[in-house]
């Protein structure tokens, strides 16, 4: 990972012929940081947002300056949105 990227839980994800290297954000105050001022992304990285509910969530970008896509995965592992 990317050293601008706090270490947090590492999560590895499939997709297709794809591998994606992930910071996994759980706790209230990773949530909070999120991307907040990390400059560079590699094409393979990202981060997941772990929720304790289901729920509809909006996200404030302070400070981040990345071009970013969110996908809603739900606790069936359906994507609900990608915005």
């Not at 947090?8 to 001022?37: P, S």
């Amino acid at each position: 990972m990317h050293k601008d990227i706090k270490i947090m839980n590492k999560v590895i994800v499939h997709i297709g012929n794809k591998t994606y290297n992930c910071q996994l954000a759980k706790t209230e105050e990773e949530h909070r940081k999120g991307l907040m001022d990390v400059e560079y992304l590699a094409p393979d990285e990202g981060m997941l947002f772990e929720f304790k509910e289901e729920g509809t969530r909006e996200f404030w970008m302070k400070n981040t300056t990345l071009e970013l896509t969110q996908i809603s995965i739900n606790d069936d592992d359906e994507v609900e949105y990608v915005y």
